[in-house]
T-cell receptor
């Protein structure tokens, strides 16, 4: 079993829709949960990170962590064509290396 | 553009060639990383350097040889690669490595490597 599972997509939604991206994981020691966004021909950039369980909101983006279910989500409200990218979930125990998901390719149709 | 730059951006090489990838960070960070990104696979950590010392080598074949001459520069020397080594090679840096809390990693744009 992979440490982090992420549906690769592609996921295509119309502009303005709410997008839900998800990852599951197996290591209960993970404490830090991140979402990276990667545009074509660019490196990943950190979008949001949360520590332990709970929700975190930043503008149109909301990250949720459910440690009891080992499940994390990223919601994008009022999606824009500029949100079209690959979204990578990632997590770490803290001092140890970061484990990444394989990424979900998202396309927002105008 | 981020504070991490990588050259070249694209590289095509034969299996018998020797080439080097270069990474430079302008963020004053102390830790640098090499990752391999293949299609539909998670990022694979290859090497970690902290204060110019290698602290992790994730069972990477010896045809990949890293070098970190100072905390701002990181190289990946390549020789006798295989076609399956074709991938995007990403460099990243963070303020510190190995502390008790998460340190954000900043990525460069990557080098797209094709091995013929």
């Amino acid at each position: 079993q992979k440490e982090v599972e992420q549906d690769p997509g592609p996921l295509s939604v119309p502009e303005g829709a709410i997008v839900s991206l998800n990852c599951t994981y197996s290591n209960s020691a993970f404490q830090y949960f991140m979402w990276y966004r990667q545009y074509s021909r660019k490196g990943p950039e950190l979008l949001m990170y949360t520590y332990s369980s709970g929700n975190k909101e930043d503008g149109r983006f909301t990250a949720q962590v459910d440690k009891s279910s080992k499940y994390i989500s990223l919601f994008i409200r009022d999606s824009q064509p500029s949100d079209s990218a690959t979204y990578l979930c990632a997590m770490t125990e803290g001092a140890s290396k970061i484990i990444f998901g394989s990424g979900t390719r998202l396309s927002i149709r105008p | 553009e981020t504070g991490v730059t990588q050259t070249p951006r694209h590289l095509v090489m034969g299996m018998t060639n020797k080439k080097s990838l270069k990474c430079e960070q302008h963020l004053g960070h102390n830790a640098m990383y090499w990752y391999k990104q293949s299609a539909k696979k998670p990022l694979e950590l290859m090497f970690v350097y902290s204060l110019e010392e290698r602290v992790e080598n994730n069972s990477v074949p010896s045809r990949f040889s890293p070098e970190c001459p100072n905390s701002s520069h990181l190289f990946l020397h390549l020789h006798t690669l295989q076609p399956e080594d074709s991938a995007l090679y990403l460099c990243a840096s963070s303020l510190e490595e190995g502390t008790s809390s998460y340190n954000e990693q900043f990525f460069g744009p990557g080098t797209r490597l094709t091995v013929l």
